[in-house]
């Protein structure tokens, strides 16, 4: 079945420092979505890719599509304490009509102040 | 952002009890709901899709008897834990998909169950 694997599974930043978050599927993806998720909180949508090679920008988040559409990455410019949290990318699946998600294993990262 | 509620928010019940957890959407007509079980320090485990007015379509491995799903309305979708059991104390958390046409296929979560099983 469908695979999306994350690295790294764990980041440890200092404050001020940058992050990457890297995610590949095991198949092609009609598009990539990527959520946020805070200790103790549930997941948060950020942004969805849907065009090959895309790349978008949220302040200092900027996230890329792969020209394969089959991996993408999320970075973060200047982390603060406020991006501590697990990113999660998620794909539709193949093996339906592609309303159902599979998910990443997830970054935790964690921002030393 | 569209606005998915869960209820109760976190509950503790004895072995052998069944808990019903409910997810609405409260600004949208949902008619796909989906029910994930996330484990401590683990990423999101679809547990079922919940298509309202017809049965539930449950991943391999997850038994439809113990976890019932009924999806009665359009911004209503409930998961029954039947005769729970330590094990199956998780964070259960919902997610309602916007209606076909929409401009995103996202899915919106809900806040999150936490169960524990005594």
């Known amino acids: 079945g469908q695979q999306v694997m994350q690295i790294p599974q764990y980041q440890h930043v200092q404050e001020g420092e940058d992050f990457t978050t890297y995610c590949n599927s095991s198949t092609t993806l009609s598009n990539i979505q990527w959520y946020k998720q805070r200790p103790g909180g549930h997941p948060v949508f950020l942004i969805q890719?849907?065009?090959?090679?895309e790349v978008k920008k949220q302040k200092r988040l900027t996230f890329q599509f792969g020209e394969a559409k089959k991996n993408s990455s999320l970075h973060i410019t200047a982390t603060q304490t406020t991006d501590v949290g697990t990113y999660f990318c998620?794909?539709?699946?193949?093996?339906?009509?592609?309303?159902?998600?599979?998910f990443g294993e997830g970054t935790q990262l964690t921002v030393n102040p | 952002g569209a606005v998915v509620s869960q209820h109760p928010s976190w509950v503790i019940c004895k072995s052998g009890t069944s808990v019903k957890i409910e997810c609405r959407s409260l600004d949208f007509q949902a008619t796909t709901m989906f029910w994930y079980r996330q484990f401590p320090k683990q990423s999101l485990m679809l547990m079922a899709t919940?298509?309202?007015?017809?049965?539930?379509?449950?991943e391999q491995g997850v038994e439809k008897d113990k976890f019932l799903i009924n999806h009665a309305s359009l911004t209503l979708s409930t998961l029954t834990v039947t005769s729970a059991h330590p094990e199956d104390s998780s964070f259960y958390i919902c997610s309602a998909r916007p209606p076909r046409g929409a401009r995103t296929d996202t899915q919106y979560f809900g806040p999150g169950t936490r169960l524990t099983v005594l």
């Open positions: 998620a794909g539709p699946s193949r093996e339906t009509s592609g309303s159902r998600l599979t």
């Open positions: 919940s298509n309202e007015g017809s049965k539930a379509t449950y």
């Open positions: 890719l849907v065009k090959s090679g």
